[in-house]
């Protein structure tokens, strides 16, 4: 049986996962391309992956909230956090997570246009440039923007470390429920 697009009460469907490993791979491509500036690596594969920095930022803020409604509409079917020891901080952790998703992106857009610049993501025009600067948008989204991201890769990273905590260390089923692993598929289906 193929796996459902809804989530259900065993597993993550087929839309969820879909949303979760483009959004996972899109972070990994932004946080390569930062790692590479920092790192001042200006190989011609560095200086493309930074040439799309604001673009993939945008739509990764579109993903968010999509992943969002997604989520909410998904509420009462997905599958619940394991009720004992970390599993309680689990709705604390994805809220973080999800708020830091969203501000980040949010605080480069505002910075862009505060700047008075033109936004078009992938050629797609959003708001043009104007001679018009708002400083206090500007001095935000340069005093938070690369700082949050930061910390979202820290966060990140604190949540594939409990994903491999509950696969290797606790044994349970947390990282089959979105990695799609068979046993996750099969329990889907029962």
Same mark, same amino acid.
């Given at each position: 049986?193929?796996?459902?697009?809804?989530?259900?009460?065993?597993?993550?469907?087929?839309?969820?996962?879909?949303?979760?490993?483009?959004?996972?791979?899109?972070?990994?491509?932004?946080?390569?391309?930062?790692?590479?500036?920092?790192?001042?690596?200006?190989?011609?594969?560095?200086?493309?992956?930074?040439?799309?920095?604001?673009?993939?930022?945008?739509?990764?803020?579109?993903?968010?909230?999509?992943?969002?409604?997604?989520?909410?509409?998904?509420?009462?079917?997905?599958?619940?956090?394991?009720?004992?020891?970390?599993?309680?901080?689990?709705?604390?952790?994805?809220?973080?997570?999800?708020?830091?998703?969203?501000?980040?992106?949010?605080?480069?857009?505002?910075?862009?246009?505060?700047?008075?610049?033109?936004?078009?993501?992938?050629?797609?025009?959003?708001?043009?440039?104007?001679?018009?600067?708002?400083?206090?948008?500007?001095?935000?989204? !340069?005093?938070?923007?690369?700082?949050?991201?930061?910390?979202?890769?820290?966060?990140?990273?604190?949540?594939?470390?409990?994903?491999?905590?509950?696969?290797?260390?606790?044994?349970? !089923?947390?990282?089959?429920?979105?990695?799609?692993?068979?046993?996750?598929?099969?329990?889907?289906?029962?």
């Amino acid at each position: 049986m193929a796996l459902s697009w809804r989530d259900n009460t065993q597993a993550y469907g087929l839309v969820t996962r879909l949303l979760h490993w483009s959004m996972a791979t899109l972070f990994a491509w932004q946080f390569a391309g930062m790692a590479f500036r920092e790192l001042g690596v200006w190989l011609p594969l560095a200086s493309m992956i930074r040439s799309t920095h604001s673009s993939v930022g945008m739509l990764l803020l579109v993903l968010v909230m999509l992943r969002g409604v997604w989520g909410l509409a998904n509420f009462r079917n997905r599958p619940p956090a394991p009720a004992a020891g970390a599993g309680r901080l689990a709705p604390l952790g994805h809220a973080i997570l999800y708020a830091l998703m969203a501000l980040v992106p949010a605080l480069a857009l505002a910075r862009t246009y505060g700047a008075g610049r033109a936004f078009a993501p992938f050629g797609i025009p959003l708001f043009d440039g104007t001679q018009e600067k708002t400083s206090w948008l500007v001095s935000a989204g !340069d005093a938070l923007h690369g700082e949050l991201a930061w910390v979202l890769l820290a966060v990140i990273g604190g949540h594939i470390l409990m994903a491999l905590a509950h696969r290797w260390l606790w044994r349970d !089923d947390v990282l089959p429920r979105m990695a799609g692993s068979a046993g996750a598929r099969a329990a889907s289906h029962h």
